[in-house]
T-cell receptor, first 110, second 113 residues
Framework: GIQVEQSPPDLILQEGANSTLRCNFS?????LQWFHQNPWGQLINLFY???GTKQNGRLSATTVATERYSLLYISSSQTTDSGVYFC????????????FGKGTRLSVIA | GAGVSQSPSNKVTEKGKDVELRCDPI?????LYWYRQSLGQGLEFLIY????????KSGLPSDRFSAERTGGSVSTLTIQRTQQEDSAVYLC???????????FGPGTRLLVL
């Protein structure tokens, strides 16, 4: 099946710093989503981004489908950004299950 | 409701007992998914519904696990004769037909003693 690899696995940032999280996937995908799992375990949708670039406030994401990777940028990080960031891909067209990476655990310290 | 809801939030049970977990998808979403997140593990797919039928049950770990969906809405995941390795957070997600974005509920934290 499709493989999804995220890097780095862990990241510690000083508040105000910027960071880039990477997601590599092994096959063509129809859908790619970035999630933030907060300390209470809730998965929060950040981006639906099978290709191209999107921005939402301090967060932005870019997916280069032809090269099978996606990047999540966090600028001016805040302590509330802490948690685990997951990349997930959908292999086929239509509504099919997501395959998740193992996540990047981000800790933002004041 | 505005989002996906799941109940109970937490469940503690004894080994060998049966448990039922419930998911209420976003109104109008015909696709519904169950995933499991074990401690220190990523999220793994369990089963997917389109309407009331389950075209993909490939993620169910054993025949102790089953799920149903009625009325194209609420879904129940049942685990029979629970084992300690079933302890995990069970997450439900839903999406619109033809749109890929999946929206997740808050999960049910299951602990099997």
């Amino acid at each position: 099946g499709i493989q999804v690899e995220q890097s780095p696995p862990d990241l510690i940032l000083q508040e105000g710093a910027n960071s880039t999280l990477r997601c590599n996937f092994s096959d063509s995908v129809n859908n790619l989503q970035w999630f933030h799992q907060n300390p209470w375990g809730q998965l929060i949708n950040l981006f639906y981004i099978p290709s191209g670039t999107k921005q939402n406030g301090r967060l932005s994401a870019t997916t280069v489908a032809t090269e099978r990777y996606s990047l999540l940028y966090i600028s001016s990080s805040q302590t509330t950004d802490s948690g685990v960031y997951f990349c997930a891909v959908e292999r086929n067209s239509g509504n099919t299950p997501l395959v998740f990476g193992k996540g990047t655990r981000l800790s933002v310290i004041a | 409701g505005a989002g996906v809801s799941q109940s109970p939030s937490n469940k503690v049970t004894e080994k060998g007992k049966d448990v039922e977990l419930r998911c209420d998808p976003i109104s109008g979403h015909t696709a519904l998914y169950w995933y499991r997140q074990s401690l220190g593990q990523g999220l793994e797919f369990l089963i997917y519904f389109q309407g009331n039928s389950a075209p993909d049950k490939s993620g169910l770990p054993s025949d102790r696990f089953s799920a149903e969906r009625t009325g194209g809405s609420v879904s129940t995941l049942t685990i029979q004769r629970t084992q300690q390795e079933d302890s995990a957070v069970y997450l439900c997600a839903s999406s619109l037909v033809g749109q890929g974005t999946q929206y997740f509920g808050p999960g049910t934290r299951l602990l099997v003693l």
